[in-house]
């Protein structure tokens, strides 16, 4: 019982209270271990939280603790949510997509490049010139001696002109 006066003692010492006021320390963190190295009890959590590193959180909504305590729910490039204690990918940052259908890794494409070009998998040709890829659109920048005939950038410049 000592040991334990000892500890509170301490701590009314270490946040600058006197003993003749009132002092609410049900609030504070208790340590592993007092001062004489015997060990302390957790604080109690309420029923719906777990105790973890940052104090008590419930696992089902905690995108810093997702199901379990250091597990946070932070997706790449997407807007995410702890819901009973899974991760949940809710909607992709703009540019971005999830074009392996694996939510866990966030967005991890970046649209608007040659071959994630308005959408996943959206390849612009690059048959007979330069591919890209402006504004979510393919086109496709001829080489000397091709051209577009059919219109498609699907194919490219699908014309080698020099052709005999």
């Not at 009314?12 to 004489?36: E, K, M, R």
């Amino acid at each position: 019982m000592k040991r334990i006066q000892k500890y509170v003692g301490a701590m009314i010492v270490a946040l600058g209270l006197n003993t003749t006021g009132c002092a609410d320390l049900a609030g504070l963190p208790t340590p592993a271990q007092d001062a004489g190295g015997v060990s302390m009890p957790p604080p109690a959590c309420p029923n719906s939280q777990t105790l973890c590193a940052v104090g008590c959180v419930d696992l089902k909504v905690n995108k810093g603790n997702c199901g379990s305590c250091g597990q946070a729910c932070n997706l790449v490039n997407a807007a995410s949510a702890c819901e009973e204690g899974v991760c949940l990918l809710k909607a992709c940052n703009v540019g971005f997509a999830d074009c392996d259908g694996n939510p866990t890794n966030g967005c991890e494409a970046r649209l608007g490049t040659t071959g994630n070009c308005g959408a996943c998998a959206d390849n612009c040709s690059s048959a007979g010139g330069v591919p890209e890829c402006k504004m979510g659109a393919c086109n496709t920048v001829c080489n000397p001696g091709f051209a577009d005939c059919d219109g498609s950038v699907k194919n490219g410049c699908e014309a080698e002109l020099n052709r005999d």
